[in-house]
Structures are given as structure tokens and as C-alpha cells.
């Protein structure tokens, strides 16, 4: 991405009331996936950003920030936090106007779209030269491995996979131009097919009137589309990309975890099973409560005499309370009390 458009996207993320961290934002932006990184990302409410652009280098998150400062659009306090200015309020309220809003963005959990990517450029490209018989055709993905998936997708397939196909993407199709005509516009634009080379950037940018920063968003709101029809909908796309969509928002191990102490087995005993430390059960735990708050037993996590210790101690703005090892109860699981207190006091006001 541009410089300048580097600075209009990462602009987007910074408020002029609430400090944020630089590294959180990018090691969102780069599915950096860290308790601490979720949690407050959460509080800067861009969870759903997790994973929307993973190509992003510290270098160009550096020059933007430098950049943004020099212009007077943000400014940096002195541990590092960022706030916009005035006239950094006035550019986001500027470029309001120009930005697209993501539809899809909730599935950011579902899958690394960098592989859905791959995996359907290539499955669709592949079907469409079978529709004119053509064997001659340069892949758009050369990895071996996913060639090999999309040959057995193609030859297991019982059925008329042209056709079935073909249906789908229609049904897709719709559903997207419900949400914007923009999104199916985009993702039809960027296939590739039998003498079909795709939209470059340039041409997508001029077709959907959106200025260049905005295509990663699209691209990744289309992606997210595309993975959550596939798991919703058992097709042939979903037997395309099924080995590619997540079955929980945790990771693989947090769920692990998940489902242990879901059948009421302690913290110890859990990391005992699996040969992990209590302190990392906690960390899974927390990754449920932040992503998934919904599958804990909140009185069983947090129980009431603990919750009554800590409001004596901590009330009014939750952005203001600072750990205090000396007056949290818990012992080495004191943080983790700490944490699953401010989340369950923001799931109480949420409420």
C-alpha cells in the first residue's frame, strides 16, 4: 500500500478521547493473536479488523506514524499512546465519506483469508477452462498442495461441478448485492477464467469509485463473505473450502481448553491433562472470555466473593483502573481475576 494511503488507513483506527497503542492496532491489523493484544483491541472496538491486513511490515506502520505526527494528525503522549488531534478528527470526518463500511467483517474468526483466496481463485479458474476443455492454462496458484486439493475437489465431486458451481457463486452473487453492489461487483471483477485475467487495482478502484486504500477492506469483507457462505451453505464450495474455516473464534488450543473446563475440570487439573502451565490455561480462558464471552460460566470463573473484593477497589471508568498485585486477591491468578473483572464489568454495561 502507498504511503499515502498507508496514512488514510491506519488514520481510521485512532480516537481523540481514548490513547491507543500503535502495536496494538497493527498486531491486529497482522492477526497477532496475543490475550493482551485481544483485549484491547476489543476495547478499542476494531476486534473484527483481527487478521484484515497481514501483509502489513513494522517499517511502513513506522513511516505512516511519523508521517501522521509531522502532519499534525495525531499525536504521540509520552509512553508512546496515540490520540488524533484536532485536525486529525477533521481528515477522519474527511475521509468518512470515501470509506467503505465492511458487511462481513464479524466472520473475521472463520479463516485466514490469504489461503480462501488462494484456494477459490484457483478452484474457479480450474472449472472454467474445464467448461471449454481447455488443458493448456497457466494456474494462478503454483503450490502443489493446493493443486492437488482442487484436482480432487474437481474429480470427487459427483455431480455437474460447472453447473453446481456456477448456480452457487449466482446464489453468492445475490446475497452480496443485497449487503452492496459494490462487494459482488468487487468479487466477481477479481476472478480469474478462461481469457478472464481479473481487474487490476487501478481498474477496480475507477469501476467501485473507491480510492485505493479502500480494496484491501473490500477484498477482505468479500473473502469473509465467501468463507461464511461456504460454512453455511453444504455445496460445492463448501467441499472446496471446508478444511480452510475454523470451527470456534478461539484458537485451536484455547478450545481445547475451553471444552475441559466446560465439563467442570479445575484449572490445574487441565494443565496437568495437557502438559501445559496454569498459567497458560488461564491465558485460554481469557481468549474465550474476550472473543467468546458467551461460553463462560461467568459465576464459576469469577465468583462472587472475588467480584466483591475488587468493587470495593475498582469502580467508575474501566480505562482508568490500574493492576494492583496488593489488592487483587488470587495470588499467582491475581491478573487474571483483574482481567475477567473488567470483562465481566463490560459485559454487565453492555447489557
Not at 469469577?302 to 477497589?313: G, N, W
Amino acid at each position: 500500500m502507498e504511503s499515502e494511503k498507508m496514512n488514510d488507513f491506519l488514520l481510521s483506527f485512532f480516537d481523540e478521547h481514548q490513547p491507543r497503542r500503535i502495536r496494538v492496532i497493527e498486531n491486529t491489523l497482522k492477526n497477532r493473536r496475543t490475550v493482551s493484544t485481544l483485549f484491547w483491541a476489543k476495547q478499542y472496538g476494531i476486534l473484527k479488523w483481527t487478521g484484515a491486513e497481514r501483509s502489513l511490515e513494522r517499517k511502513q506502520v513506522e513511516n505512516s506514524i511519523a508521517e501522521l505526527v509531522k502532519a499534525n494528525l495525531i499525536q504521540r503522549n509520552p509512553d508512546g499512546q496515540v490520540l488524533l488531534t484536532t485536525l486529525g478528527v477533521l481528515r477522519q470526518e474527511e475521509l468518512a465519506g470515501e470509506q467503505y463500511q465492511p458487511y462481513f467483517f464479524d466472520w473475521y474468526w472463520l479463516a485466514n483469508t490469504r489461503r480462501i483466496e488462494q484456494r477459490l481463485l484457483l478452484g474457479i479458474q480450474v472449472v472454467s477452462e474445464l467448461s471449454y476443455h481447455n488443458r493448456y492454462y497457466a494456474p494462478v496458484v503454483n503450490e502443489y498442495h493446493e493443486q492437488q486439493i482442487v484436482k480432487r475437489w474437481v474429480l470427487s465431486w459427483r455431480g455437474n461441478i460447472i453447473n453446481d458451481l456456477v448456480q452457487e457463486l449466482k446464489l453468492f452473487g445475490d446475497s452480496l448485492e443485497s449487503a452492496d453492489e459494490r462487494l459482488a461487483n468487487y468479487f466477481f471483477y477479481s476472478l480469474i477464467g478462461h481469457r478472464i485475467t481479473g481487474k487490476n487495482a487501478m481498474q477496480l478502484s475507477e469501476q467501485l469509485e473507491l480510492p485505493g486504500y479502500q480494496l484491501p477492506v473490500i477484498k477482505q469483507d468479500a473473502l469473509l463473505a465467501i468463507a461464511a457462505f461456504a460454512n453455511s451453505y453444504q455445496g460445492v464450495l463448501n467441499r472446496l473450502l471446508v478444511d480452510l474455516l475454523a470451527k470456534s473464534p478461539l484458537s485451536q488450543s484455547a478450545n481445547q481448553t475451553l471444552l475441559l473446563y466446560q465439563q467442570g475440570i479445575s484449572i490445574s487439573q487441565i494443565a496437568k491433562k495437557r502438559r501445559i502451565k496454569a498459567n497458560t490455561v488461564r491465558e485460554h480462558l481469557l481468549e474465550a472470555a474476550i472473543v467468546h464471552p458467551d461460553s463462560i460460566d461467568w459465576e464459576r470463573s469469577l465468583p462472587v466473593s472475588i467480584r466483591s473484593q475488587l468493587a470495593k477497589h475498582y469502580q467508575g471508568k474501566m480505562k482508568d483502573w490500574q493492576f494492583d498485585p496488593e489488592i487483587v486477591p488470587g495470588g499467582p491468578a491475581a491478573f487474571y481475576y483483574f482481567r475477567l473483572y473488567q470483562l465481566y464489568e463490560e459485559r454487565l454495561n453492555d447489557k
